[in-house]
C-alpha cells in the first residue's frame, strides 16, 4: 500500500460507520436498558412528569432504535439524524436544567452534562446535514 492510498477501513467506509455507531451508542444502549427493564423505563418518565408514563417509555424506547438504525443505516439518515437532535435538545432541557440547581458542585455537573448533551445534539445536526448535502449532489 502506498503512502497515498487510504487504509482499507477507510476506503469501505467501517471508520465513518464506527462513528456513528459511536454517536448512536448512548440511544442504542438507553433503549435496550429500557425494554430490559420497563418498570425503571417507566419509572423515568414518571420522574420527569411525563404521562402517561408507559406510553412515553414504550415510544422512546422504538424512538431511539428506529432513529439510531436510520443514522447506521443510512436509510434516510437526515431524518433520524435531525430527529435525535430535536430529542436530544428536548431530554436536555428537562434532565440537566442547570439554572435550577444551587451554585456548587451538583451545579458544575448538571451544567457540564448539558453542554455535552449539546454537543451532541450538534453533531446530529451535523450528520444530518452533510446527509441532505449529499443528497442534493447526487451522491
Same mark, same amino acid.
Do not use: K
Given at each position: ?7 482499507? &477501513?477507510?476506503?469501505t /467506509?467501517?471508520?465513518? $460507520? *464506527?462513528?456513528?455507531? +459511536? #454517536?448512536?451508542?448512548a440511544? =442504542? ?5 429500557k ?5 425503571a423505563?417507566v419509572?423515568e418518565?414518571?420522574h ?9 417509555a414504550?415510544?422512546?424506547i ?7 438504525? &436510520?443514522?447506521?443505516? /443510512?436509510?434516510?439518515? $437526515? *431524518?433520524?439524524?435531525f +430527529? #435525535?437532535?430535536?430529542?436530544? =435538545? ?22 457540564n452534562?448539558?453542554?455535552e448533551?449539546l454537543?451532541l445534539?450538534?453533531a446530529f ?11 442534493r449532489d447526487?451522491?
Open positions: 500500500m502506498s503512502p497515498a492510498t487510504p487504509p482499507i &477501513a477507510t476506503r /467506509g467501517l471508520v465513518p $460507520w *464506527l462513528a456513528l455507531l +459511536a #454517536l448512536c451508542s440511544y =442504542l444502549q438507553g433503549a435496550f436498558c425494554w430490559l427493564d420497563v418498570d423505563a419509572a418518565m414518571q420527569f412528569g411525563l404521562a402517561p408514563a408507559w406510553l412515553f414504550g415510544v422512546v422504538a424512538f431511539e432504535i428506529v432513529c439510531s438504525l &436510520a443514522v447506521l443505516t /443510512g436509510r434516510r439518515r $437526515w *431524518l433520524g439524524a +430527529a #435525535l437532535a430535536a430529542f436530544t =435538545l428536548a431530554a436536555n432541557v428537562l434532565a440537566n436544567a442547570w439554572w435550577h440547581v444551587p451554585a456548587g458542585a451538583e451545579r458544575d455537573m448538571t451544567m452534562g448539558f453542554f448533551h454537543g445534539a450538534g445536526v451535523y450528520v444530518g446535514w452533510l446527509d441532505v448535502c449529499r443528497r447526487g451522491r
